[in-house]
């Protein structure tokens, strides 16, 4: 289970890749990528691995926090951006994280630096906890993020009623709750290095929380990746359900178009019957409308074409041109 987390992040950094450049959508794509890093380099078997890479004494622990710490930075920047109508809210919010993320990377780095931690063990807070420097980074790290946390919880609260679309107002419940059970998630970490003083790592209690750790954090992050991708996902399923509504009525304007437009060549681009394949068409949408467009045309170059379209015929093409008109104003709808 310690891979999911990390590989639901990277797919989440592919999908969000053609906005990396943005400056509204780029924060989003970088909080995905710092957080993928983290959650990859705290793979036990990764983090052995990189260590050495990196001159051991677990500066790959150092590299990784930091990743975290800038992840969720950039992840409240993101919805605060998305959120936040306010312009001037909005500004002193993400001015007030930049100094927090300033300060909190700033004394991460320098108690880690203080510090001695020359075998590499990616249980920091248990190997070497018991050291100032150590306490430090441990600490200021965690109380950054517990704040990010709740903090990105509480502006999708306070802004999730104003929204209006349906799939925006999901999205950033299922956010906030993603973030509520990560931070669930680092007093579950908190907890445990009390109890591994106390009883040892060994202890039923202690092998219960490190479970709910990797269950919680599994399924933070794969609250928080579908809330990031519902807003795609729920266009992508318009558009599709458009496309189907599009070619079953290909399928019922091709008998109509056969019977009207196509003995008069002179006005239609295509000299053949349509088939029932026309189903499959690969534009689909633009078939129909050049089919509309030739009926119609046949209709007013030769009146006497109307009495061959009967009461259904003309309902299709009526509901064919409606379907077409309702996706051309939601194009220019912003």
Same mark, same amino acid.
């Given at each position: 289970m310690e891979y999911v987390p990390a590989a639901t992040l990277w797919v989440l950094t592919i999908l969000r890749l053609p906005a990396a450049?943005?400056?509204?959508?780029?924060?989003? =794509? !970088?909080?995905? #990528? /710092?957080? $993928?890093?983290?959650?990859?380099?705290?793979?036990p078997a990764v983090y052995y691995g990189v260590d050495p890479l990196l001159g051991?004494?677990?500066?790959?622990?150092?590299?990784?926090?930091?990743?975290?710490?800038?992840?969720?930075?950039? =992840? !409240?920047?993101? #919805? /605060?951006? $998305?959120?936040?109508?306010?312009?001037?809210?909005?500004?002193?919010?993400?001015?007030?994280?930049?100094?927090?993320?300033v300060i909190s990377c700033s004394a991460v780095t320098a108690g880690f630096l203080t510090s001695r931690a020359d075998a590499t063990d990616p249980n920091l807070p248990l190997t070497?906890?018991?050291?100032?420097?150590m306490a430090v980074f441990l600490w200021s790290g965690s109380a950054f993020i517990m704040w990010i946390c709740l903090d990105i919880a509480r502006v999708c609260h306070d802004n999730v009623p104003s929204m209006r679309a349906r799939a925006f107002r999901s999205a950033f419940v299922l956010i906030a709750i993603g973030c509520v059970l990560f931070a669930l998630v680092l007093v579950d970490r908190l907890v445990y290095g009390v109890l591994t003083k106390i009883d040892g790592a060994a202890s039923p209690s202690a092998a219960v929380l490190t479970v709910l750790y990797w269950v919680g954090e599994t399924f933070a992050v794969l609250l928080v990746g579908l809330g990031l991708l519902l807003p795609r996902l729920e266009g992508q399923l318009k558009h599709g359900r458009f496309l189907l509504h599009v070619r079953l009525l290909l399928l019922e304007i091709?008998?109509?178009?056969n019977r009207v437009a196509f003995t008069h060549h002179d006005l239609i681009l295509e000299k053949r019957r349509a088939s029932a394949l026309i189903v499959l068409s690969r534009h689909a949408e633009t078939q129909l409308h050049r089919r509309l467009v030739e009926i119609r045309d046949c209709e007013m170059a030769?009146?006497?074409?109307?009495?061959?379209?009967?009461?259904?015929?003309?309902?299709?093409?009526?509901?064919?041109?409606?379907?077409?008109?309702r996706r051309s104003g939601a194009r220019l709808t912003p």
């Open positions: 450049l943005d400056p509204h959508r780029g924060s989003v =794509f !970088r909080a995905t #990528i /710092l957080a $993928a890093v983290a959650c990859t380099l705290y793979i051991g004494r677990n500066h790959v622990g150092l590299v990784t926090l930091l990743s975290l710490l800038l992840g969720f930075w950039q =992840f !409240r920047t993101a #919805i /605060l951006l $998305a959120a936040v109508e306010d312009s001037e809210v909005r500004r002193r919010q993400l001015a007030f994280g930049r100094w927090a993320a070497y906890g018991d050291q100032p420097g091709g008998p109509i178009w030769s009146p006497t074409i109307d009495g061959r379209l009967d009461a259904h015929d003309r309902s299709v093409v009526e509901r064919a041109e409606l379907a077409l008109e």
